[in-house]
């Protein structure tokens, strides 16, 4: 029917929209048979769904000894999810049965063997996919295969197998690389070579691939050539491919090399060429068959392993002679390399640069740099002064070219210093020094007069002088010489620490008279004046890089500077007023100095010393300034800075106090006791100072004992009470400080009930964290520090499981006075205290008996409130009817 409708002129169109009422034209006819054309196509598709088996489209070309396999799928059907599929395999006019998924006789005869040694299987996938493997495919396997699946429909539509032709070809594939240099210099080119030969085949194209191994075993492609001509570079050499530095070069027979131009380090490895054949199914590129050989291994010498420098010339000079120095440069190849040569002075200061384009840049025009050949590079400086002594050496950058136009840095070395020395030309001039004003009276300035001679000579350089002062008495057993001040060679006054106060204040000046004179001057000259004076003069060049440099320098001999009136003289005694005798203690000791003048402007200042041998350097720990001011000089425990203490108990004594001693303390103590003096409202200045006799500071140190013991408020508790037990020490002997020491606390019970074992209940480190172990009971513990050294545990909630012996350990730690460092003592372990814990008999029994009372009369109660209405509902008799007294009385008528 739907055959003849489709076949039906367009004139039956007409006559349906006639009989609607539409007088149609001719276009409006060839619209609505349009649409309905449509929708017979669209029924028609539906009307033809069916079931759809498909394989890949052939022909498919595979290589003889390698794996083959087949995809099958199949769709659009009805019946078990699980569909069964058979291969069968077609040469000509003769078919053979492959295999099947639910018929393990369905196999030819002649392919049985290979299906039972699983060279032949078949693959599920899924319920509708299926996959023929052969392990080895072979030439005779040619044929077309058919993939078919029974019917589960229960109409037949659709197809039901699918066809598509293999071809096995033979193997021809032969790669025969060639071994490269196995050792190439950094910069030389590596030139992979390999071949690749095989039978031609219509629609098969080869490819080769040079890949490498580096020492981490990671194998990367660096190039492949084919299939059908193109070129992939790998992704590390995108860029060295585009800048020239990889080619490929084609030879007739098979012959392909590729070069990698300005070999780097990274390039060391082991190299592999991979040939592979391709076919084109579905327009996509197919591999069919891959091999590969190792060509060899090859390893990049870097420049730096065969870059040697070496630096000559004469070393030792005169002022004004020529510098010449020569730095060879060796290395393997210069063909490969671009050097950069640098001349260095004192390892840091650039002298000359040779750069790649042989341009040479310097910072002095005495300076002279070349080339004289291959790796000679030479440097020389005329008229050498003082300022060139030092240390020369040459750095060489050594370049190669990666690419065209591309340049590295290989490698950069500096050759070993070589110490060049300038003996310079002895000066004629002369340094005298004389003192023309020498102080009568203490107070009265005092003039020193440094002249040079000769200066004539030296009209191109420029002076310099420094004055020193020698103590007359020693220091500490030690002529100490002390510098004053310097005017340098630019006429600047450098005055030292010691004298920068009364410098600024002008009570001391150093001047330049004259170009050659000189001359210090002492305002008010006091004891501490005296001494031995000298000056030194030095003469400074001016250096080719616009510096000046000491050419020479002149010391006078020591002029003494004696006053006549020496004014106040004292002596200084110590002695020791309270020894310490442990660590811990308190030390204390006075000094007194004596003088017959003092007078009302003068005061006292006070240096403690510290030493901890006689023959040991002193060092100073605390002074008193003239103004009472305390000083901590060279006090090295920041942590007992309030234990020490400095004052003046009266006009000519001082008392030093140390509170609890350590270790470190022991030694020699004295004191430096200063007499000052302030004239018309200046400064203080010191007019003479003296040290006093060493005390020492000794006693034995012996080790703290320390002593536990545990008490409790009470031996016998009952339940759900608390009890509280505490854990005492003490320390005796030799004992630190307080806060040097820290106790580890912990407490155990032996339980009397229950297994009897050994049980930790809490602890408390040295830092006071509390840890306890876990309890089975309902009662706890907790644990709390009352003082440094106490410490106590409480039960609360006891129950009979507590009972049992108590009893806590220690472990104190020292920490040292000297180093800060914590040391641990040996534990302690307190005596054992028993806690009873009583059984209370009312308290048991009161909660029994008062619910047994109350059970019992409830029950009573109860069977009493039964009985009552069991008799009054239950036991009344509903069936005695009493006679009617009417019906008596009628029989006593008749």
Request: charged content about 20%; glycine content about 6%.
């Amino acid at each position: 029917m739907l055959k003849a409708w489709c076949s039906t002129p367009q004139s039956w169109v007409a006559q349906a929209l006639n009989t609607l009422g539409w007088t149609p034209s001719g276009p409006a006819v060839l619209f609505v048979w349009s649409l309905i054309s449509c929708l017979l196509t669209w029924s028609a598709a539906g009307l033809s769904w069916g079931r759809k088996v498909s394989v890949p489209s052939g022909p498919l070309v595979r290589v003889e000894g390698l794996a083959l396999s087949l995809r099958c799928e199949v769709s659009d059907y009805e019946g078990p999810l699980e569909q069964d599929f058979e291969w069968k395999a077609a040469r000509g006019s003769d078919t053979i049965n492959v295999i099947s998924t639910f018929d393990t006789s369905f196999p030819d005869e002649s392919l049985k063997d290979r299906v039972l040694n699983k060279d032949i299987s078949v693959q599920r996938l899924g319920d509708t996919t299926v996959e023929l493997r052969i392990k080895e495919a072979k030439v005779m396997d040619s044929a077309t295969y058919t993939c078919s699946t029974p019917s589960t429909d229960s109409v037949i539509r659709g197809n039901y197998d699918a066809k598509v032709q293999i071809k096995v070809i033979q193997d021809t594939l032969v790669l025969t690389p060639e071994a490269p240099v196995s050792l190439v210099l950094e910069g030389r080119p590596i030139s992979l070579l390999c071949k690749v030969s095989h039978d031609f085949i219509e629609g098969i194209y080869v490819s080769v691939t040079w890949s490498i191994k580096n020492e981490m075993s990671k194998e990367e492609d660096l190039f492949t050539f084919g299939p059908d001509m193109g070129v992939t570079v790998g992704g590390n050499f995108t860029q060295r491919y585009a800048e020239g530095g990889m080619h490929l070069h084609l030879d007739t027979g098979g012959l392909y090399s590729l070069v990698l131009s300005g070999a780097i380090p990274a390039d060391q490895g082991m190299y592999v060429c991979t040939g592979r054949q391709w076919t084109r199914e579905q327009g996509i590129w197919n591999r069919i068959q891959e091999k590969a050989e190792v060509m060899g291994p090859v390893v990049v010498v870097p420049t730096a392993e065969y870059l040697t420098l070496q630096v000559l010339g004469s070393n030792i000079l005169t002022t004004g002679d020529t510098l010449n120095l020569t730095c060879l440069v060796s290395v393997s190849d210069h063909a490969v390399l671009s050097l950069e040569v640098t001349w260095l002075f004192n390892a840091t200061q650039v002298l000359a640069h040779l750069g790649q384009g042989g341009v040479v840049t310097k910072n002095a025009t005495a300076l002279i740099m070349s080339q004289v050949g291959e790796g000679v590079f030479i440097l020389e400086i005329h008229q050498v002064d003082p300022s060139d002594i030092g240390f020369y050496s040459c750095r060489v950058r050594a370049m190669v070219q990666h690419s065209k136009g591309n340049w590295y840095l290989a490698a950069e070395k500096t050759s070993n210093p070589l110490q060049v020395l300038i003996i310079p030309k002895e000066p004629a001039f002369t340094v005298t020094l004389d003192s023309p004003v020498v102080a009568q009276y203490l107070g009265d300035p005092t003039e020193l007069v440094c002249q040079v001679t000769n200066i004539s000579l030296f009209l191109c350089e420029r002076l310099s002088i420094s004055w020193f002062y020698s103590a007359s008495y020693p220091t500490n057993d030690q002529m100490a010489t002390s510098i004053i001040a310097s005017l340098n060679e630019n006429g600047a006054l450098v005055p030292s620490e010691k004298y920068r106060s009364r410098i600024e204040a002008g009570l001391v000046t150093v001047t330049r008279m004259e170009p050659a004179i000189f001359k210090l001057r002492l305002l008010r000259t006091t004891n501490i004046d005296a001494g031995d004076y000298a000056c030194s003069v030095a003469t400074w060049a001016l250096t080719r890089h616009g510096s000046w440099i000491k050419s020479s320098e002149h010391q006078t001999h020591a002029l003494k500077v004696v006053l006549p009136s020496k004014g106040p003289s004292i002596s200084v005694v110590a002695r020791t007023t309270r020894p310490a005798t442990s660590c811990g203690s308190t030390f204390e000791m006075t000094c007194q100095a004596r003088s017959k003048i003092f007078q009302a402007s003068i005061a006292l200042s006070v240096l403690i010393f510290f030493q901890e041998g006689i023959e040991a350097p002193s060092r100073k720990l605390a002074s008193l300034s003239p103004d009472l001011i305390i000083k901590l000089e060279d006090w090295q425990e920041s942590s007992q800075q309030d234990s020490l203490s400095l004052l003046k108990t009266g006009r000519d004594e001082f008392r030093f106090r140390i509170q609890g001693v350590q270790l470190a303390d022991r030694g020699f103590y004295s004191c430096e006791v200063g007499v000052w003096t302030r004239q018309d409202g200046n400064d203080w200045s010191e007019v003479v100072k003296r040290d006093s006799n060493k005390v020492q500071l000794a006693f034995e140190h012996t080790r703290p004992s320390f002593k536990i013991s545990i008490s409790s408020d009470t031996s016998s508790v009952y339940p759900w009470e608390t009890i509280k037990m505490e854990c005492i020490l003490s320390v005796s002997g030799t004992s630190p400080n307080i806060d040097d020491i820290a106790y580890e606390i912990h407490w155990y019970q032996n339980r009397l009930w229950g297994s009897g074992s050994l049980i930790v209940l809490a602890s408390m480190d040295r830092w006071g964290m509390v840890r306890k172990s876990p309890r089975n009971d309902s009662s706890d513990c907790s644990l709390e520090r009352l003082r440094p050294q106490k410490f106590a545990l409480n039960i609360h909630g006891i129950q009979d499981s507590d009972a049992g012996e108590y009893y806590c350990t220690a472990t104190p730690w020292i920490r040292s006075s000297t180093s800060g460092v914590w040391s641990k003592e040996p534990d302690i372990i307190s005596k054992k205290i028993f806690i009873n814990v009583k059984f209370a008999f009312w308290d048991s029994m009161k909660l029994p008996l008062l619910y047994g009372t109350c059970a019992s009369l409830s029950v009573g109660l109860i069977s009493l409130i039964l009985g009552l209405v069991c008799a009054q509902c239950c036991c009344r008799n509903t069936t005695h009817t009493p006679r009617s007294r009417v019906k008596l009385m009628d029989l006593e008528v008749d």
